[in-house]
């Protein structure tokens, strides 16, 4: 399976964006970038998802790079309940298992 | 609307007892995964039901964990003669099971499995 890279840690104030980096240099060319999040005491929480194409809905905005080797997830306005783990995953097909890495563990504050 | 339904959310047991962890997914999703979650850590994938049958369980570590789904809705994880480092987070998601790419998984609360 592809693997990705995260930073351990960030941190954040509340109301200011927030910019998630993953390299994931060896991604095939039929791998979807995921994005999860765990709060605190909770089951991962899907944020977004894209192949190809920069990517927006209501929680966040997915910037992937040309070559699709690196991604970016961007809170815009992060608020206290953002700080939670956030997982990049790479998968290429309905059924497969997502390989959870570490994560980043993003810290808010006011 | 209802989502993915673990119970109980915590069981505290003995060295040695057997446990079963129910899951209920979101109706009409074909698709259920058992994931293991440590302290620490992320979540480890442990088996993938499409329908009935377990369509990949090579995440299970030993032969003392089995799982059903017998109906392919609710499913139950099984956990024989329990170790101490059987404890964890265990996890259920479930997902449409479409054939189109980036099939989105989405996950229950967990229940926390403490063996003394």
């Known amino acids: 399976d592809a693997k990705t890279t995260q930073p351990n840690s960030m941190e954040s104030n509340e109301e200011e964006p927030v910019h998630l980096p993953c390299n994931h240099s060896?991604?095939?060319?039929?791998?979807?970038i995921h994005w999860y999040r765990q709060l605190p005491s909770q089951g991962p929480e899907y944020v977004i998802h894209?192949?190809?194409s920069n990517v927006n809905n209501r929680m966040a905005s997915l910037a992937i790079a040309e070559d699709r080797k690196s991604s970016t997830l961007i809170l815009h306005r992060a608020t206290l309940r953002d700080a939670a783990v956030y997982y990049c995953?790479?998968?290429?097909?309905?059924?497969?298992?997502?390989?959870f890495g570490k994560g980043t563990t993003l810290s808010v504050s006011s | 609307g209802a989502g993915v339904s673990q119970t109980p959310s915590n069981k505290v047991t003995e060295k040695g007892k057997y446990v079963e962890l129910r899951c209920d997914p979101i109706?009409?999703?074909?698709?259920l995964y058992w994931y293991r979650q440590s302290l620490g850590q992320g979540p480890e994938f442990l088996i993938y039901?499409?329908?009935?049958?377990?369509?990949?369980d090579s995440g299970l570590p030993n032969d003392r964990f089995f799982a059903v789904r017998p109906e392919g809705s609710v499913s139950t994880l099984k956990i024989q003669r329990t170790e101490r480092g059987d404890s964890a987070v265990y996890l259920c998601?479930?997902?449409?099971?479409?054939?189109?790419?980036?099939?989105?998984?989405?996950f229950g609360p967990g229940t926390r499995l403490t063996v003394l």
């Open positions: 998601a479930s997902s449409l099971g479409s054939s189109a790419l980036g099939d989105t998984q989405y």
């Open positions: 060896t991604i095939s060319g039929t791998d979807y």
């Open positions: 894209g192949l190809t």
């Open positions: 995953i790479l998968g290429n097909q309905a059924g497969t298992a997502l390989i």
């Open positions: 109706s009409g999703h074909t698709a």
């Open positions: 039901f499409q329908g009935t049958g377990a369509a990949d």
